[in-house]
């Protein structure tokens, strides 16, 4: 039987799904289930993992608050359900860890913060500054401003995108369900569970069902969705059953679950991502000593950056040239090319005079670059 040792994770997206964190029939949190998942997690941590959590829960608690119907919402009555259940899920979350020691930081995205590069930047710096400070981000949509047009829905694919965003190398996906089972379970007493999934194939796909709890929205499908994404992006990803206590812990100990593995790891995916899928938008030419840094494994400052050419927007993939002109590599530029124009040859010290602000001011972080011959290692 496939069963990876969880302590050999570095960083490690959780996903706890509505139908988990809220007890339909009262409304309300199941607080004491969610304090024993916070003790698996805390022990992850102090092994020394990272830990995201990725929280549903805020519309269905907050529509109980609300006094709203039963069924479909209306899309302001969800965003007002989002808005009254939030507040109280990060405190039960921030309670929780705090508990044991560990700092919690609440991060509420939109579709555009992981899809658009810009905002994708701004949003994975600040989740690994919180990791890098060994606080927990606990991460949800944000519902009171998502529109219905352009909107995860779901906290499956979120997640998914958080744990390539956060280059975490295992995505945990807790459910009201053991794992992928080979047909929908509620309409198939039959059905059987699948262990493991070494590639999702059109066959696996085809297996995957709607939601059968009115709290939830993606069900498998988007389960399914999110393992694309996230194997993709070089983590493995376990869907397991959250219904009992220390649902973590039931997976380290071998409990039945569904795993989907990648061939991958985090870093050469994003460097597959950063190298191969994103159309150069500009060239910025190095001087010889940045060319030495970047070799030696530093990021690139505009210090030693002697021009910059294109129309590219902070967050876009640039061509890094040398002196020469060869191409040094590739990476996600830091700046705006008007602003990039303004630091070229400046060091941080006179950039942060100007700007009249303390910050990053790489003009690519190394997080962001791949060097020529970095993927053929
Ligand atoms: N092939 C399948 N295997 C397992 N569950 C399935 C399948 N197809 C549909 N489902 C449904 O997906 C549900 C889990 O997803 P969902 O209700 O969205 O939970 P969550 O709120 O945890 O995300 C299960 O309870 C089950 O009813
Ligand atoms: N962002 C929403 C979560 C949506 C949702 O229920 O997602 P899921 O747990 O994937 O079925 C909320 O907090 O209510």
Redesign the pocket.
């Known amino acids: 039987m496939f069963l990876p040792n969880l302590q050999d994770f570095k960083r490690i997206v959780i996903?706890?799904?509505?139908?988990l964190l809220v007890d339909s029939k009262r409304g309300a949190a199941r607080r004491e289930w969610l304090h024993g998942l916070v003790d698996d997690l805390a022990e992850l941590h102090r092994g020394g993992a990272d830990i995201l959590v990725v929280?549903?829960?805020?519309?269905?608690?907050?529509r109980s608050v609300l006094g709203l119907p039963k069924g479909a919402l209306k899309l302001e009555d969800?965003q007002a359900?989002?808005s009254v259940?939030?507040i109280a899920?990060s405190r039960i979350w921030a309670e929780a860890f705090a508990q044991r020691g560990i700092i919690a930081g609440q991060i509420l995205v939109t579709w555009q913060d992981t899809e658009e590069r810009r905002h994708y930047l701004n949003a994975r710096e600040t989740i690994s500054r919180l990791l890098a400070l060994r606080a927990a981000p606990v991460i949800?949509?944000n519902?009171t401003v998502a529109t219905a047009e352009i909107r995860?829905?779901?906290?499956?694919r979120?997640a998914a995108r958080v744990a390539t965003m956060a280059s975490a190398d295992l995505l945990i996906l807790l459910s009201d369900i053991t794992g992928l089972f080979d047909a929908p379970p509620a309409k198939n007493p039959d059905a059987k569970l699948i262990p493991m999934v070494p590639r999702i194939s059109a066959e696996i796909e085809a297996m995957a069902g709607g939601?059968a709890s009115e709290?939830?929205?993606?069900?498998m499908q988007?389960k399914i969705e999110a393992g694309k994404i996230a194997t993709s992006g070089g983590a493995h990803m376990v869907i397991a059953d959250g219904r009992q206590p220390n649902p973590v812990g039931r997976i380290a100990r071998g409990e039945p679950c569904t795993w989907f593995l990648t061939p991958s790891t985090p870093v050469t995916a994003r460097k597959k991502w950063i190298a191969g899928s994103l159309a150069p938008q500009g060239v910025v030419t190095i001087d010889d000593g940045a060319a030495r840094a970047l070799a030696s494994g530093a990021s690139l400052l505009p210090a030693g950056v002697t021009a910059v050419e294109g129309d590219f927007s902070r967050g876009d993939s640039v061509i890094v040239r040398d002196a020469h002109g060869g191409e040094v590599g590739r990476g996600l530029v830091g700046y705006d090319v008007a602003m990039a124009h303004k630091v070229i040859g400046r060091n941080s010290r006179h950039i942060a005079d100007e700007l009249g602000v303390e910050g990053r001011f790489e003009m690519i972080h190394r997080d962001n670059l791949v060097l020529a011959g970095d993927l053929t290692e």
């Open positions: 996903k706890v799904g509505s139908s929280s549903s829960g805020a519309i269905a608690l907050g969800s359900a989002a259940g939030q899920l949800n949509e519902d995860y829905g779901d906290n499956d979120l939601a709290l939830s929205r993606g069900g988007t």
